[in-house]
Structure formats: C-alpha cells, structure tokens
C-alpha cells in the first residue's frame, strides 16, 4: 500500500515538472500558433545559468531558481524580437525547420562552452533525502516541485482568467485583427507571453537537472515528451495540459513500476489510446486555425 | 556539353588516383601516422577527450619518434556513429596512408571499422569499446581498454564471498548493459547467489524513480547496477533520496558507474559504492601518482580509465614499433604486440597472445573521501584476469 501511494506521489511530482516544463510549449503552440520546436533550448539554458550560479559562484539554490527564469525570459525576448518575429507569419514548415535548426546550435554551443558531460545542482541538505509520512516515502525534493509547481499552476491559472493582461491576450489569440482594432498591442502581448513561456521552460530545466539529467543534448531528448503534453493535452488551454501532464506523469511512474518490461512503453500507449479517441487532445479546439 | 565535362573530371581523377595508388609502396618511410578515430563531440565526447588528452601527455614525456620514425597523429571524430566510423576509418587508409587506426569510443565503431582492418593489414588499437566480441572480428583488432566481462564476473564473484546473497539488478536495456548483466548472472548464481528482481531500464531513461521503487521493494542485500557512465551521477542521488542507502542496500557493479571523469560530482551519495574495475585514479603506485599528477597539470581535471587505455594503447604502439624496428608491416606489429607486458598505471597488464584481448588485475574498490574529494579506493586485487566472455567457448 505504502509503495503504491509513494509511486502515486512520484508520479505526480514528475507530472508537475513536466508541465513546467512544456506549458510554455502550450501557450506559443496553441495560443499563438506557432511551432517552437527549440521550447527544450529555452529549459536547458535556465537549468545551466541555475547550475553555474549554485556550483561557480555559490549561489543558494533558492535564489538562483528566479535567476534561471529570468534570464531564460531574456534570452526568450532577445530570440522573439530579433528572430521568432519574422516567422510568425510563415509557414509550419518553416517555423519547424527554423526552430529545429535553433535546438542544434544550442546543443553545439552549449557543448562548446560548458562541456559535453553532465551538470550536477549542488543542493541544500533541506532537500535530499526522504520524509516517511504515515509510511510513505515522500521525497523533499519532489515535494518541493510539486508545491512550486502546484503554485504556479494556480498562479497562471488566474492571470489568464482575471487579470486585463489575460483578457488581452485570450483577445489576442482569439481575433488578432479585432483586438488591434480595439487598441490592444498584440505583438507587445505576445512577445511578453513568449519571453514568460521561455521563463517557465527555464524554471523548469532547473528544476529538473536532479531529476532528469542536465546535459546539452536535454532540448533533443526531451522534445519528444513537451510534444507529447500538449497534443495530449490540447492546446488551448492550460488545464488541458496540465491534466495531460499529471496523467502521463502517473502513467509513466506505475507502468515502470508495475511492468518494468513494457513499462516505457506505457506513455506511448496512452498518448495513442487519447489521441485516437480524442484526436485534438482532451482539452483540444476543434476548429481549424 | 555538362556531361561531357563531368566525363573529362572522373577521368582525370581516376588517373590521379591510379598515380597515387602506384605511387603508394614509394611513401615517406621517415614517418608513422596513426589515425585516431574518437567521439569529439556528442554524447560520448569525455571519452573521445580522455584518450585524446592521454596520447597527447604520452608524446609530450616520451617524444614524438620511435625507431627513428616519427609518429603522426590524425584525429578525426566520428561523434560515436558508425557510419562516420567507417567512412574516417576508410579515408585514413585510403588517402593519408595510415599504418595504425586506433580510438573507437563505442562497440559499433570499433566493429565499423574491424573490417577495414582486415583487408588493409593494418592493426586497429580499441582505446574503449568494451564488448567481448570486438578482437574477434578482426585478426589486427588489439585492444588496451577492458571487456565488461572482465569486472562484471569479479565483482559477482566478490559478492557470493563478501555474504550477499540476494542481489537485485537495474541495467541499461543495451548490449554492454547486457554483457555485463549476463556475466554477471552467471558467475554470481554459480556462487549460490539469488537473483530476485531483475530491471532493465531505457537507456534513454529520464526518471529512475519507479525503477528504484521497485528494487527498494524486493529487499535484496544489495543491487547491481550498469548503466552509462554519464547517468550514473543521477542514479546515484536518487538511490540516496529513496532512502536506499539507509535501508542497508548496497550498490554494486563494474566500475563504469564510479567513473573518476564523474565521481566528484555525484555527492556524497555515491559513499560506501563497491565497484570492481580495471583502474581507480587512486591507485597507490608511483607511477599512477606521476601519471595523475601530469595529466591534472596539463588538463587540469582528473584522468579515468579512458584516459589510461589511451595511454596504454599510445604506449603499445611505441612498444611495437620498437620491437620491429620501425617496420610497420601491420603482421609483424601484431605479432610484435601478442605477449607483451608492461606496467601500466593501473597496475601490470598484457595482451593475450592467443585473443590479443587485455589482461588486467581487476580491483575492488568503494568510494570514500580522500582530502575532501571522492575517489575509488581499492581494498581488494584480483591478479590478471582473461576476458571470460571469450574464454568460455
């Protein structure tokens, strides 16, 4: 029983930081339609500022989480000024072949100038280790993303729902051309929205150098699962894939635990088995943009 | 008109290359050139620089000629793909007239090129790949780095002694992780030992915490681990946040997971690991100590045991060309490499006569702190082990 609910919470702490993670994966695809297949670059650029500033300068690890968010955000709002801008206009194809190309000389830079092995966070003694609650193993440091993370969602959440900046930018993406008619600065909007999806990518590449391994293939490798969130998860919203994220999070720990055989497989198959009976995912828009 | 011109352009380069290929047996004899072919970049890249860095130390503390010749080195990087692999491998030897290929990160490259080998009759140095099967491809392929085999069995057979009798094993689902398991299984149930849950994880892997889950779970005294040097910091830190540590599970394995590339920065996580392996940066010989010291003065980091087989490999081939007189008719080089012995700084070592395969002392060691730094500190030597998986069948 103990096992089962510790598997539980593994689950979803993973799930937490995939979301991170991928919600700003989300809101560039499905908010602006665009295809930023270099989301992971963004992610392993905060998870390395993160690591240089805790290891090199001795950074607490506390105060050098913002530090990776913010400056994955400027790096977001350099690239969308100088590079995204242009395309947003262009073609799917091209945004890939763009936004593949960015993830390659990430992974060439950053390997040129911090080395091909991995990076490991020093952390705080507070978070390593195991807190047995009522006989379940509940890891500090899991425990502590999903709380970040829990946070954030909530945070988010309620920005776009309440706030004017939300409304501007669900006007934004719902109708470009009425809402620069009624005054709204829709590419100030959404290069802001950008430059905080970039942020977030970061937060969570820093966050997730313990668990996932920070290394400078982490855009290519990780790619695959930030994608596998958002067409699970539809990409209109952000409860749509922050359910995906939970479930696959989950899905993921018990079929490696349950069936080690199959057990990477899992994902995989619940992607398919959503997507064929929901092909937009479960939160999708139907209607063709 | 065009096609006409492109027919003019293959004949002249064929003529060219007939020139070059009749031209050929004329070569500069004043000169030894060794193609390196390694994993600069990519994943396996610390592989690729540890032997780079090692043969660079070589030459820099023994000079650069031998038997009157000088030695040459091209290194091309093939990023641990095959393909690249054999394409630099074929270049080498075409055009820049190689007399040594050597290097080869991975089991696939080194197995890429074990044909180009044989039919240019020239000897092929595996620096690091570390499959049983390798020096069987190719009557010029000898190797200077280990077989998985080799520590896998010893430490299985370490573990029955030391009173582990029940082991869980997590590997990396790929064939060294399955060498290493097998080896491992065979010798360590032979014992009388138990395996009572066996894991085989994705090589790309993110996550091992399910994994753990589980072996934390099936209560072994100890678990087996193989999985790639570069994840082995990972795993680690999560061993010790599931609290296996404390639940008096012990790691065990080859030493490829303790990599001294690595070690330092795992944490004290990775204390009171028991690994079985062919070389520990504190090895307690002079002449490691020397060599350690040279090579963090010229690289400024640690050597592992990559670093040590490109510096025996280096070695190996000075030795050879000695011993010919700076014939570098690639028989004779084998011949002149079958039987030797050196000391290296893992400790003495020789190529096997019969397999061209390493013979090594195979040591147990665990991690400990040594002046506030990791290190694998050996406690235990098994004397010049053979490569089983070979000497088996």
Redesign the interface.
Known sequence: MA?VL??LF?GVA?GMLLFVLACGLAVTLGLMNFVNLAHGAFAMAGGYVCAVLVNNSGWPFFAALPLAFVASAAIGILLERLLYRHLYAGSHLDQVLFSIGLVFMSV?GV?FIM??????M?LPAAL???IDLFGV?I????LMIVVICGLLTVALQLILAKTRFGSRLRAAVDDPRAAIGLGINVPQVFAFTFAFGCGLAGLGGALSA????L?P?FPL??MI?FLIVVTVGGSSSITGPFLASLLLGIA??????YF??V??FVIYTVMIVILIWRPNGLFGRTAAR | MFNRREMLLWAATTAAMSALCTAAPARAEDSVKIGLILPMTGGQASTGKQIDNAIKLYMQQKGDTVAGKKIEIILKDDAAIPDNTKRLAQELIVNDKVNFIAGFGVTPAALAAAPLATQAKIPEIVMAAGTSIITERSPYIVRTSFTLAQSSTIIGDWAVKNGIKKVATLTSDYAPGNDALASFKQHFTAGGGEIVEEVKVPLANPDFAPFLQRMKDAKPDAMFVFVPAGQGGNFMKQYAERGLDKSGIRVIGPGDVMDDDLLNNMGDAALGAVTAHLYSAAHPSQMNKDFVAAYKKAFGTRPGFMAVSGYDGIHLIYEALKKTNGDTDGDKLIEAMKGMKWESPRGPISIDPETRDIVQNIYIRKVEKVDGELYNVEFETFEAVKDSGKTKK
Request: proline content about 5%; overall charge positive; cysteine-free.
């Open positions: 096992s510790t598997n593994d993973y060439a390997d080395g091909s092995s991995r990076v490991f020093k390593e280790g195991q193993g890891g500090r440091y899991r313990e668990i996932l391994g290394d293939y490798k990780f699962y993921d720990v018990a079929g490696k635990y080690p055989k057990g990477p």
